[in-house]
């Protein structure tokens, strides 16, 4: 588990550090270079209407709010229920605002 502490100014910079931090926590566990070199190499973002994908190698790994509305606010790291939506429940912290750990696999669970 890596946290991230740093802020950011916009959606694509925070994403590019939850995605750096990632492949770093990958990295601790990982002694073949071949794999972590498809990892590191694997990550895709998609622009939907309300949620920027992250997917690793055909796996979603996160979904990022694109703006504020109802429960969730810009920048909000939604885990994901399947490969078309997020899990709503809650927001596992902010690519904008830093402060939130995540792992290789995506986000955290809730405790």
Not at 25 to 30: A, C, I, L, M, V
């Amino acid at each position: 588990m890596i946290t991230v502490t740093d802020k950011s100014t916009t959606l694509l910079e925070g994403i590019g550090k939850m995605i750096d931090a990632m492949v770093l926590d990958y990295s601790k566990g990982n002694n073949n270079e071949r794999m972590f070199n498809e990892y590191k190499d694997g990550f895709k973002t998609m622009t939907g209407q309300k949620f920027i994908k992250v997917t690793n190698n055909g796996s979603v790994k996160a979904f990022v709010v694109m703006a504020d509305g109802g429960r969730f606010k810009m920048g909000d790291i939604l885990k994901p229920a399947g490969w078309r939506a997020p899990a709503k429940n809650s927001a596992r912290g902010n690519v904008l605002e830093g402060n939130y750990a995540i792992q290789w696999t995506g986000p955290l669970y809730l405790r």
